[in-house]
């Protein structure tokens, strides 16, 4: 017989897409930075968008906008986020939440399926008040006091303040309903080059990274650039340089197959060219879903600052100022996306680990989640020459919305 089933629109996908893209549009991408009018658009965008797939809109007191359906039977929670990164690409976030609100459209009239699927946008999860605000808020992880603090970390606006300019003030934050959905899904461009180099459609995956930080400080002694003999100099910022040289000639004996770590800000003191610098900083990040691999590079880093004090001249400490646990995606949820890539996308998907951080990775320690990624154009993410070609945005919205109707039914 027939399949009678409504089925995905991709031309109505790409028309949301280009919708949200001309909002805020910086060269061929966007700058939407958290609370900025271009994110107050899309979020009322999103707002106007819920009632057509059969969902109830609400904006809580901290940015989130939800979706939620009053039909009986299991709820499966999807979405994303709105905001961008500054000066940014037009994918990261947005097609996540077109893809739950096509979901919700072609699954909640379905006679079917049993159930429906809610829409999320979760505020902030690029980061510019604080880290992952939205998701984290949801699931009872940021406070008042918190909130309070928030400052815009480009502007220095109070996140009161914003919230306040969005007419959010003394509304009520969205909380967990434990027990309401039998899960979370998200979808997200891939931001690395391993489906676009290996030809896949989707990447299914199986973990995210947590991401540890550190500030890594080298005391020396700030003297005469044109006096001090180069054997008695005590320069922080020569130090800082070659315990850098340092970290890439020993990792690599020690990470993981998908370790990344990277240097972040590099700062001198005073940093005048006629003045030999008595204190330098840089930032340091390292990613794994493995912590014991983090444990053991954490532990290299500290004996690498100890050697390097001891044999001088100058004097190096390690201080730890994120910690970010890795988050393990369901494997029932990873079946049901492979499953969907299978009937869509002639089962051209991989299995692998995200190396970035996304909202998901919150809403796991509270349900079972998972993500699906599709191409990235060049691996290109977080500049706005950022894209995907528009065949594979379809593919991934078709099995997106079939990863779904079987999370529901499963």
Known sequence: MPDHRPSVDGARVLADLNALRAIGAYKTGVHKPTFSEPHKLSLEWLVRKLPGAGLAATTDGIGNVFGTSATPGPKLLAGSHLESQNYAGWLDGPLGVVYALEAARVLNIDPGVKGAVEVAAWCDEEGHFGSFLGSRSYIGQVTEAEIDAARDRTSGRTMRDALADMGLAGRARVAVEPGRHVGYLEAHIE???????????????????????????????????????????????????????????????????????????????????????????????????????????????????????????????????????????????????????????????IRMPSGAGHDAQMLATVMPAGMLFVPSIGGISHHWTENTADADIVTGAQVFVDACRRILAG
């Open 191 to 349: 931001q690395g080059d391993t489906l676009e180099s290996g030809k896949l459609a989707i990447g299914v995956v199986t973990s995210i990274v947590g991401i540890w930080q550190y500030k890594i400080n080298f005391i020396g002694e700030q003297n005469h650039a044109g006096t001090t003999r180069m054997a008695v100099r005590k320069d922080a910022g020569l130090a800082l340089a070659k315990f850098c040289v340092a970290i890439d000639e020993r990792f690599p004996g020690a990470c993981g197959p998908r370790t990344v770590w990277t240097t972040g800000r590099i700062t001198l003191d005073p940093g005048a060219p006629s003045i030999i610098p008595g204190g330098a900083e840089m930032l340091f990040q390292i990613r794994d879903d493995n912590p014991a691999v983090i444990a053991r590079l954490e532990e290299l880093l500290q004996t690498m600052a100890a050697e390097a004090s001891a044999k001088g001249p100058c004097t190096v400490n390690v201080e730890k100022i994120r910690t970010g646990a890795p988050a393990m995606m369901n494997p029932g949820i990873q079946d049901a996306i492979e499953a969907a890539s299978k009937a869509f996308a002639d089962g051209r998907s």
